[in-house]
């Protein structure tokens, strides 16, 4: 029963060229949360999706970053032109349903040279 | 802003100690209170989840929550080198959006 699945899990990017980051959810689970990590700090919620739906997405920065969670597929979290301060870790985490707990991929750490 | 704090530490705990974590949150409504475990380099792994007041066992980790002061802890007993470890708490704000504020994390040293 695999977990939640996140690639690539290190992503090296120059300024202004674009991330692409996916997250498989665990089997069955619909709803998919994506947050950011940054060294030394908790993780800050970004964008709650759930199938071809953005749910809540009150921590998404409004220019450059984009989310989808396709009817087939993974779930996307796409950077435009990134610049250094993208430089974090970005967790995916899914849950079966509401009030339901969190479970988190292994992340994927993007560092903007 | 919801917001959840916790002392960042370090706490240095010897090793057999019980090690006390402790959760400050600021909406009065709020339901639901997880603790995660997070290893340096690692993803946020579940410890415990709490919905009601009063204590809740599992093994060495007992979660305590205190709605009206909105307080939240995690004890462990007889601690291992291996819990060392950044002790995350989590509060779900919004029953039925289980989208969770998390805290700064605890660093946890558990000294041999």
């Known amino acids: 029963n695999a977990g939640v699945m996140q690639n690539p899990r290190h992503l090296v990017r120059r300024r202004g060229q674009e991330a692409r980051l996916r997250c498989s959810p665990m089997?069955?689970?619909?709803?998919v949360y994506w947050y950011r990590q940054l060294p030394e700090e908790g993780l800050k919620f970004m964008v709650y999706?759930?199938?071809?739906?953005?749910?809540?997405e009150s921590g998404m920065p409004k220019e450059r970053f984009s989310a989808e969670f396709p009817k087939e597929g993974p779930s996307i979290l796409r950077i435009q032109q990134v610049v250094r301060g993208d430089s974090a870790a970005y967790f995916c985490a899914s849950s079966p349903g509401p009030a339901g707990e969190l479970f988190f991929g292994e992340g994927s750490r993007l560092t903007v040279l | 802003q919801k917001e959840v704090e916790q002392n960042s530490g370090p706490l240095s705990v010897p090793e057999g100690a019980i090690a006390s974590l402790n959760c400050t949150y600021s909406d009065r409504g709020s339901q639901s209170f997880f603790w995660y475990r997070q290893y340096s380099g690692k993803s946020p792994e579940l410890i415990m989840f709490?919905?009601?007041?009063g204590d809740k066992e599992d093994g060495r980790f007992t979660a305590q929550l205190n709605k009206a002061s909105q307080y939240v802890s995690l004890l462990i007993r007889d601690s291992q080198p291996s819990d060392s470890a950044t002790y995350l708490c989590?509060?779900?704000?919004?029953?039925?959006?289980?989208?969770?504020?998390f805290g700064t994390g605890t660093r946890l040293t558990i000294i041999p």
């Open positions: 989590a509060v779900n704000f919004n029953f039925g959006n289980e989208k969770l504020t």
């Open positions: 709490i919905y009601s007041n």
């Open positions: 999706l759930q199938k071809e739906n953005i749910i809540d």
């Open positions: 089997k069955g689970h619909s709803h």
